[in-house]
């Protein structure tokens, strides 16, 4: 079972950034993927981000297009959320995923490793 250890979350004011990373403890797949998703209290659980380790292939949720970014880097099996212009919307749990069939795969909201978890809170 792939181990996923997250940290870089914490309060932010809006129009702020923050960085998430998460690293993995072991690679299975050519194939393998890393992303985000967010769940804020009493709300669903949505995408954020996703990256194939190998291949760079993105998927970016269309709420945070052009303010978030996904990032690898593959020597360290870490990924990172770079997160620009936050909004209160944004305040949430973010969780570190992974699954070895692709970013396709984890924007469908399926995945075979979760973290732990990290708190987001941007204040107005």
Avoid: H
Wanted: proline share 2%; hydrophobic share 30%.
């Amino acid at each position: 079972q792939v181990q996923l250890v997250e940290s870089g979350g914490g309060l932010v004011q809006v129009g702020g950034s923050l960085r998430l990373s998460c690293t993995a403890s072991e690679r299975t797949s050519g194939t393998d993927a890393m992303g985000w998703y967010r769940q804020a209290p009493g709300k669903r659980r949505d995408f954020v981000a996703a990256i194939t380790l190998d291949s760079g292939n993105t998927y970016i949720a269309d709420s945070v297009k052009g303010r978030f970014t996904i990032s690898r880097d593959n020597a360290k099996s870490t990924v990172y959320l770079e997160m620009n212009s936050l909004r209160p919307e944004d305040t949430g749990v973010y969780y570190c995923v992974a699954d070895p069939r692709g970013a396709y795969t984890l924007s469908k909201l399926n995945y075979r490793a979760r973290g732990q978890g990290t708190q987001v809170t941007v204040s107005s």
